[in-house]
């Protein structure tokens, strides 16, 4: 079936949530960009009602996520405005049309290079958008005591490599990062040291950084939303990270690895490095080439733990 697109008042922006694969969809010119990935990236929740002409979606594979994500998309398209979202079939893609039908929408589908796309004309009236929306907003999350968000890297509990790190950090000092700080659960302990006496939380998600501004209170501590990998840091006594490994739903182990070169950037001589990492990644060449000396101090269920010095 294909979709007719009506006509929307033609002064309305169109709009992109994250990478979209090219091959798959023309993203309209002059497109707006929502993603909560793209440091500076408008906020696609922040948008009012009946908003765009045009939204293509790259929909994220965590299911609570991507219903948040469509409802809002739904909710800021003008009736007869259009919709286009796509995923790969085992990262949401097989979900995708039931879940617009839910909405009420009418949808033409089809499906190359393992994505599914999902095509459709926002009707007058939809339904269940505002749950979806209340089951994917900022919540606290009350067993692990913090602000968080569906979406955000283990968003509902500590990750069990974050928990390893924890137990081996010594009592830091003076000025410092965490790279890639998530709901700031690292940043929590580390402010614990009182002889710390600057911490910058560098994050890429800026649903993470708003959720760690309300869980890291401390005077010391600053949010950059930022790529780790291009931020102006300099002079750094300690960095603390648990890096990504997944850019956008991907593995992507050069991510890691450009982490711990930017950390050496970073730092000051002798300045150290706390990393944990899957016991998997290969980031021991990397980290003996940025660092004079590099020792192990863990190496526990499927995770490793590096201090690295400058
Ligand atoms: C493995 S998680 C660790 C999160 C948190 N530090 C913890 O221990 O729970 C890695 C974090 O890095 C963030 N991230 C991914 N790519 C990034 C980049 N290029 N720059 C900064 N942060 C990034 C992710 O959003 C995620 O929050």
């Given at each position: 079936?294909?979709v007719?697109?009506l006509?929307?008042?033609?002064?309305l922006?169109?709009a992109?949530?994250g990478?979209p694969l090219?091959?798959?969809?023309?993203?309209?010119?002059?497109?707006?960009q929502?993603s909560p990935?793209?440091?500076g990236?408008?906020?696609?929740?922040?948008?009012?009602?009946?908003?765009?002409?045009e939204l293509v979606?790259?929909?994220?594979?965590g299911?609570?996520?991507r219903r948040?994500?469509?409802?809002?998309a739904?909710?800021?398209?003008?009736?007869g405005?259009?919709?286009?979202?796509?995923?790969?079939?085992?990262?949401g893609g097989?979900?995708?049309r039931?879940?617009?039908?839910?909405?009420?929408?009418?949808?033409a589908?089809?499906?190359k290079s393992?994505?599914?796309?999902?095509?459709l004309?926002?009707?007058?009236?939809?339904?269940?958008l505002?749950d979806?929306i209340?089951?994917?907003?900022?919540?606290?999350?009350?067993e692990?005591?913090?602000?968080s968000q569906p979406?955000?890297?283990?968003?509902?509990?500590?990750d069990?490599?974050?928990?390893?790190l924890?137990?081996?950090?010594?009592k830091l000092?003076?000025?410092?990062?965490?790279?890639?700080a998530?709901?700031?659960?690292?940043s929590?302990?580390?402010?614990?040291?009182?002889?710390?006496?600057?911490l910058?939380?560098v994050?890429i998600?800026?649903?993470a950084?708003e959720?760690s501004?309300?869980?890291?209170?401390d005077?010391?501590?600053?949010?950059v939303w930022?790529?780790?990998?291009?931020?102006?840091?300099?002079?750094?006594?300690?960095i603390?990270s648990?890096?990504p490994?997944?850019?956008e739903?991907?593995e992507d182990?050069?991510?890691g690895q450009a982490?711990?070169?930017a950390?050496?950037?970073?730092?000051?001589?002798?300045g150290t490095?706390y990393?944990?990492?899957n016991?998997?990644?290969?980031y021991?060449?990397?980290?003996r080439?940025?660092?004079?000396?590099?020792?192990?101090?863990a190496?526990?269920a499927g995770?490793k733990?590096?201090?690295?010095?400058?």
């Amino acid at each position: 079936m294909a979709v007719t697109k009506l006509d929307p008042s033609p002064s309305l922006r169109s709009a992109v949530y994250g990478a979209p694969l090219s091959s798959l969809v023309d993203v309209p010119a002059g497109a707006v960009q929502l993603s909560p990935l793209r440091p500076g990236a408008e906020a696609l929740e922040a948008q009012p009602d009946a908003a765009f002409a045009e939204l293509v979606i790259a929909a994220p594979p965590g299911s609570i996520e991507r219903r948040f994500v469509l409802a809002h998309a739904l909710r800021t398209l003008a009736p007869g405005g259009a919709l286009t979202v796509l995923a790969a079939k085992d990262k949401g893609g097989q979900r995708l049309r039931g879940e617009l039908e839910a909405f009420g929408c009418d949808v033409a589908e089809h499906y190359k290079s393992r994505q599914r796309v999902c095509s459709l004309v926002r009707p007058e009236t939809l339904h269940g958008l505002q749950d979806a929306i209340a089951a994917g907003a900022p919540v606290t999350v009350e067993e692990i005591g913090l602000r968080s968000q569906p979406g955000i890297f283990s968003w509902n509990r500590v990750d069990p490599g974050t928990s390893l790190l924890l137990r081996h950090l010594p009592k830091l000092a003076g000025r410092g990062a965490d790279l890639g700080a998530g709901l700031g659960v690292l940043s929590q302990a580390v402010l614990a040291s009182p002889a710390v006496e600057e911490l910058t939380l560098v994050e890429i998600d800026r649903r993470a950084v708003e959720a760690s501004k309300v869980n890291v209170t401390d005077p010391r501590a600053r949010f950059v939303w930022a790529d780790a990998r291009e931020t102006a840091l300099s002079d750094l006594h300690f960095i603390v990270s648990n890096p990504p490994f997944h850019s956008e739903g991907i593995e992507d182990r050069g991510l890691g690895q450009a982490f711990i070169t930017a950390a050496g950037r970073m730092l000051r001589r002798s300045g150290t490095l706390y990393l944990v990492a899957n016991r998997h990644m290969p980031y021991e060449e990397v980290l003996r080439t940025a660092f004079r000396s590099v020792k192990p101090l863990a190496d526990e269920a499927g995770y490793k733990i590096f201090e690295a010095r400058k």
